[in-house]
């Protein structure tokens, strides 16, 4: 089936530091894939996508890449700010279910201190 | 453009009572929104698929005549938490698809307790 494994939170950083949040997919044939964030309080936002292998989404000065070789869609920031302390999901549209159902990965908190 | 708001944001209830769960487009027309759960440090599972004048599609495993879903207007999507239990404590969050170019747009989510 369909899923997808992000790494276990929560992470917590220091301001200026270096992100990475590991995305890693299992799906039939060549989904969609993205990662929404939440901030406290606040709905589930798209962060950034990528439809294609090899695609790089990027966003707010983070990118992450499409890569079918690995099936992952690891999230990356070179320096993260107080500011992006929130909840990070990937997730994938299965192609062959139709575009309509998004499946999430767990979420990881990210809390960055000053 | 693309706003999706859903109410209460947290409640509160006591076993065996029922909470309904409001889930509206500000902005656009949705024939069709989405209802997720999410348990502690789980993804989020996509539970229905709300589709206005129409019968709404569960995932296998959802109880349809515990989660109630009625998308009676192209703005308004409610779920209905019938007799809950405390283990029907969880966060649920709803989404539409406003049209192209927006992508997925989702409710700031209900934080249910039931005790």
């Known amino acids: 089936g369909n899923s997808v494994t992000q790494m276990e939170g929560p992470v917590t950083l220091s301001e200026e530091a270096f992100l990475t949040i590991n995305c890693t997919y299992t799906?039939?044939?060549?989904?969609?894939l993205f990662w929404y964030v939440q901030y406290p309080g606040e709905g589930l936002q798209l962060l950034l996508k990528?439809?294609?292998?090899?695609d790089k989404g990027s966003n707010k000065g983070f990118e992450a890449t499409y890569r079918k070789e690995t099936t992952s869609f690891h999230l990356e920031k070179g320096s993260v700010q107080v500011s992006d302390s929130a909840v990070y999901f990937c997730?994938?549209?299965?192609?062959?279910?139709?575009?309509?159902?998004?499946?999430f990965g767990q979420g990881t908190r990210l809390t960055i201190n000053p | 453009g693309a706003v999706v708001s859903q109410h209460p944001s947290r409640v509160i209830c006591k076993s065996g009572t029922s909470v309904k769960i409001e889930c509206r487009s500000l902005?656009?027309?949705?024939?069709?929104m989405f209802w997720y759960r999410q348990f502690p440090k789980k993804s989020l599972m996509l539970m229905a698929t709300?589709?206005?004048?129409?019968?709404?599609?569960?995932e296998q495993g959802v109880e349809k005549d515990k989660f109630l879903i009625n998308h009676a207007s192209l703005t308004l999507s409610t779920l209905t938490v019938t007799s809950a239990h405390p283990e029907d404590s969880s966060f649920y969050i709803c989404?539409?698809?406003?049209?192209?170019?927006?992508?997925?747009?989702f409710g700031s989510g209900t934080r249910l307790t039931v005790v």
């Open positions: 989404s539409a698809l406003p049209g192209q170019g927006y992508g997925y747009t």
């Open positions: 990528a439809t294609k292998a090899d």
């Open positions: 902005d656009f027309q949705a024939t069709t």
């Open positions: 799906a039939t044939g060549y989904p969609s």
């Open positions: 997730a994938l549209t299965p192609i062959i279910q139709g575009a309509q159902k998004l499946v």
């Open positions: 709300s589709n206005e004048g129409s019968k709404a599609t569960y």
